[in-house]
């Protein structure tokens, strides 16, 4: 029994690991087929969807679940669309660090309101994190010559909160990885749509094109399957906090690849605020009772 824990724990430990590097390299890649021009922000979208959608079918296709019963809805559709947009068009003016800084705060500040809404009990050193994770958001995209642009930073937040109510919704999602399988492949209409939209942008090459479907194949439709196998042996809490490690890992690759500035502002506002989060992910929460 010892040796099965050990060896359960450590198959948990590397499918994460594989999981968050995943969804690292996605800001890497959505980040370098815009900063360089390679692909305009509609078409890295759709490319991305598109192959993402062929990934995961794929997948489930071969792991037999046609016949599963789960499948699925407009609240779910409509999020993961919004994130998927607001977080391409968002890379157009903000970098890699700055941008998974401001996406996963944004997440987790959407799961913990949601958390509120639930009448969870928080206690005061939960509210001390939450006050200090969202003073340090308030620090970094605040003006000055290190800011984010501004436009940029409000697509991010806006396609982080999509993600966190994307989360919330699929909670109780039977088969969440064919779920999202038929979300891919509901979005793709409209990310059709919005490429008809920016048609005078339309500006693609094979290396943006590359990018784009490894982001949506790779990142995502492999990434998503890894992480949703690694989630077996992690709990709620742990689930949620593992993920604040990739703003990090997103930060150093940026600096390491793509030659982005390390910003004291940056660091500070990291700190601060994946310190607040892990703080009130760190607390056990008590449903309030009704009164």
């Known amino acids: 029994m010892p040796a099965f824990i050990a ?84 890379y157009l003016s903000i970098g890699v660090g700055t941008g998974a800084l401001i996406l996963f705060s944004a997440v987790q500040l959407t799961m913990v309101i949601a958390a509120l809404r639930n009448r969870e009990h928080f206690s005061p050193l939960s509210w001390t994190g939450l006050a200090l994770a969202v003073l340090g958001v308030v620090y970094l995209v605040s003006p000055g010559l290190a800011a984010p642009d501004p436009f940029g930073a409000a697509l991010m937040a806006i396609s982080g909160v999509a993600w966190g109510f994307y989360s919330l919704v699929g909670r109780g999602v039977k088969d969440p990885l ?85 910003t004291l502002r940056l660091v500070l506002a990291s700190g601060a605020t994946l310190g607040g989060v892990a703080i009130v992910l760190s607390q056990r929460a008590t449903k309030t009772p009704p009164a």
């Open 178 to 262: 064919r779920a999202t399988a038929m979300n891919f492949i509901y979005i793709v209409p409209g990310v059709l749509i919005v490429s008809a939209l920016f048609w005078n942008r339309f500006d693609v090459s094979p290396g943006g094109v590359a990018l784009a479907a490894a982001s949506g194949a790779l990142a995502s439709g492999v990434g998503y399957a890894i992480w949703y196998a690694a989630l077996s042996g992690l709990t709620a809490s742990r689930a949620a906090a593992v993920q604040l490690s990739v703003p990090a890992i997103s930060a150093f690759g940026g600096v390491v690849l793509l030659a982005e500035p390390l």
């Open 7 to 90: 060896g359960h724990a450590a198959r948990t430990l590397n499918l994460t690991v594989v999981a968050m590097l995943a969804f690292a390299a996605n800001t890497l890649l959505c980040r370098s087929a815009l900063a360089y021009q390679l692909i305009d922000a509609a078409s890295f979208t759709t490319v991305r969807a598109v192959s993402g959608a062929a990934m995961l079918g794929l997948i489930v296709l071969l792991q037999r679940r046609v016949h599963d019963e789960s499948a699925a809805d407009w609240r779910s559709t409509a999020a993961l669309f919004i994130y998927m947009v607001a977080n391409s068009f968002a």
